[in-house]
Structure formats: C-alpha cells, structure tokens
C-alpha cells in the first residue's frame, strides 16, 4: 500500500450489507467487466488522491462484495462508498443507483432505517455483544492429520464436526461427535466451484498452510463441515424462550417468546458463518440469546408488555412459513432451561 497507514480491517458484519440491494434481500448486481469503462479514469484518480492524503482505499469494481459506489475509504469499521461521476447529469438508473448508495450510507451511519430490505417499520443494526469463537485452528488440525494419514474427523464442540480427506477408502464418519437430531453439512469443495463465499471470510485465509491451500484448490482434499440442527436449537432456547429450526428460507432458527409470543428468527446468513468461518455453534446460540434479551428490553420500553405489530403478518413475512404451522412446532418444543 503506497500510503503511511495500514487499512482499517472492514467489520464483516458491516461489509454484508454491501452485498444487498436495499429494497430487498435481492443480491445486487455485480459492475461488470472493467475494460471499456468510461468512468474508470475519473475512479483511478480519486483513488490516487486518497492514498495522497494518506487514506487507504480501493476500487469496489476489484472486490467481489462492494456493489454500491466506485471507490471504497477504509479508514473505519465501515465501508465509505463514493460514487464518481462521469457527468454532471445523471440518467435515471444514475438516480436510483445515487438513491440506493445514499440509503444504505444512511444506514451504515446512524444503524436504523426504515423500510429497509422489504421490512416494513424500523430496522436497527447492533454489535455482536460476545466476542466471537472461532475453530479456524482445528480445521487447519484436521486437514494436517487428513493430509498425513487419508482422511481425518475433529469435532471441535459437541454437534459440530470437520471432516479432510485425501483418501475417502479409510474414513469412519461413525467417528462424528453428534447428538441425536438432524446434521446438515457443507462441502467446502461445491461451494468453491460455484463460488460461495460472497462475502464470508475467504478460504484462502482461513486455511494456513499453503500446501494444503493449493491441495483444496486443485481438489486433492475434500473439506466437509458438518453441524447438528438440535444442539443449534438447544443453543438457542433461553428461559422464557422456545427455538425451532427452519430447513428453508432466509431464517435457520426461529426464537418464540412465550409470554409475549413475539418471534425472532436467527438469518441463514448467520448460520452459514458455522459453515464458512469456521465459527462456534455454542458461541452463535449464545449470541442470538444476547441479541433476543436485548431486543426484548427494548420492545418492552417503547411498547410495554405487548408488542404493537401483527404477529401472524410478521412471521409469514419474514420467515415464509404459514403461523398456525410454526406455532404448532413451537408447541412441541421445550421452552429454555429455567424458563420463566
């Protein structure tokens, strides 16, 4: 970097955002090849200017995430997206584009928005409270083992297992440490070649070694991860509280309080991280409790014991599935440890 200061890592909590339009959870549409591009004299420029004054930035047409804006300042947590125009009149897709940009800077900068990605009301953007675990370190471990021995099986944590292997002849995947219940897995090697990373922590960072980097690239090893629905769900229940997990959709986990029968729901999104980053599944069920007592207080201070919207439109608006039907599976739940 030609700059006197090092880049500001982007929260990727805050870097997602980025990657959706702001109407919807539509994936916003990528720039396109950049050859050709009337603007990218105007964008290099700026780009130059930043980096004179000491402010590391990039271009977002280099990134696979940044779809707002043209240059990126990364000085803070946050993306500060510019837009560099070419002209001095904008056409109207120039206008929405500028409209969409000012939104979500808005929203980046004050964490609320109304209306935001088809949500009707107010939307608000809090930090992770719990400071997050990661099992990037044991992944590495069982891709060493799996590269010396054939194949090999770690379970970090009760419900979660990885899976390397070099030589499918010798596994036993009887050796997995799951729980009664239903285990859904990721093979890292599909989502590589299709690619789905987006805007997950990628793989070339999370796998250390670079012979074992360039085995997964070329396909000599196979990584799968595998995660237990029950344990996630056991995570996730908290007293006063019941936890389903949802098999489709843009939700895995729906959260149902039960004396105020208000339903939150943990994203797929979310969830994915397990799979992709290597994260904990104790440490997700934990912070989606944090999250739910917070949400709580909070509801209980602006409306008091009942909460002032219509819970049957809600869930079927945001979690895609009929209410009487996910009632009935919260029915058949155990209420949180304690429960209240």
């Known amino acids: 970097m030609p700059c006197g200061k090092c880049p500001q890592a982007l929260d990727k909590f805050a870097i997602k955002h980025t990657f959706f339009e702001t109407d919807s959870y539509d994936v916003k549409a990528d720039a396109g090849m950049m050859t050709g591009k009337s603007g990218l004299a105007g964008e290099i420029g700026l780009l130059q200017e930043a980096l004179k004054h000491d402010v590391p930035a990039i271009l977002c047409d280099v990134t696979n995430v940044l779809r707002y804006g043209d240059v990126c300042l990364l000085g803070e947590s946050d993306p500060y997206l510019i837009e560099v125009k070419s002209s001095a009149r904008l056409n109207q897709r120039g206008k929405r584009q500028a409209a969409k940009l000012e939104r979500l800077q808005e929203f980046l900068k004050t964490d609320v928005a109304t209306n935001f990605r088809g949500n009707p009301g107010e939307v608000r953007r809090v930090s992770v409270e719990l400071e997050e675990w990661s099992h990037a370190e044991r992944l590495n471990e069982c891709i060493g083992e799996a590269k010396a021995n054939g194949c090999a099986i770690i379970s970090p944590e009760p419900g979660l297992s990885y899976v390397a292997v070099y030589d499918s002849d010798g596994i036993d995947m009887s050796k997995m440490d799951h729980p009664q219940g239903l285990s859904i897995y990721c093979s890292w090697n599909d989502a590589k070649n299709i690619p789905d990373w987006a805007y997950y922590l990628p793989f070339l960072v999370t796998i250390r070694e670079v012979e074992h980097l360039i085995d997964f690239i070329e396909g000599r090893v196979v990584i799968l991860i595998y995660a237990n629905t029950e344990t996630l769900t056991n995570h996730c229940s908290a007293?006063?509280?019941?936890?389903?997990?949802?098999?489709?959709?843009?939700?895995?986990?729906?959260?149902?309080?039960?004396?105020?029968?208000?339903?939150?729901?943990?994203?797929?999104?979310?969830?994915?991280?397990?799979?992709?980053?290597?994260?904990?599944?104790?440490?997700?069920?934990?912070?989606?409790v944090a999250a739910m007592a917070r949400a709580w207080e909070a509801n209980e201070t602006r409306y008091g014991p009942h909460i002032a919207i219509d819970q049957r439109a809600h869930v079927e608006r945001m979690l895609e599935i009929p209410y009487d039907d996910l009632m009935a599976r919260f029915a058949a739940a155990d209420e949180g440890p304690l429960s209240g």
Request: hydrophobic content about 40%; proline content about 2%.
């Open 239 to 288: 007293p006063g509280w019941k936890a389903v997990f949802l098999e489709d959709g843009n939700y895995s986990v729906a959260c149902l309080h039960v004396q105020s029968q208000g339903v939150m729901g943990l994203s797929t999104q979310m969830f994915y991280r397990v799979f992709y980053e290597c994260v904990s599944l104790e440490w997700l069920g934990r912070s989606q």
